[in-house]
Protein backbone atom coordinates (compact mmCIF):
# COMPACT_ATOMS: atom_id res chain seq x y z
CA UNK A 1 0.00 0.00 0.00
CA UNK A 2 1.41 3.36 -0.78
CA UNK A 3 -0.59 5.15 1.71
CA UNK A 4 0.81 3.11 4.50
CA UNK A 5 4.64 3.68 3.48
CA UNK A 6 4.03 7.28 3.37
CA UNK A 7 2.48 7.06 6.50
CA UNK A 8 5.48 4.94 7.74
CA UNK A 9 7.87 7.30 6.04
CA UNK A 10 6.38 9.94 8.17
CA UNK A 11 6.31 7.78 11.71
CA UNK A 12 10.01 7.84 10.96
CA UNK A 13 10.49 11.43 10.43
CA UNK A 14 8.59 12.30 12.90
CA UNK A 15 10.65 9.67 15.42
CA UNK A 16 13.57 11.51 14.38
CA UNK A 17 12.30 14.76 15.59
CA UNK A 18 11.39 14.30 18.78
CA UNK A 19 15.14 11.97 19.29
CA UNK A 20 16.69 15.69 18.03
Not at 1 to 20: A, D, G, H, I
Request: charged fraction near 35%; avoid cysteine.
Amino acid sequence: MKLRKELNKLYSVTKNFRTL
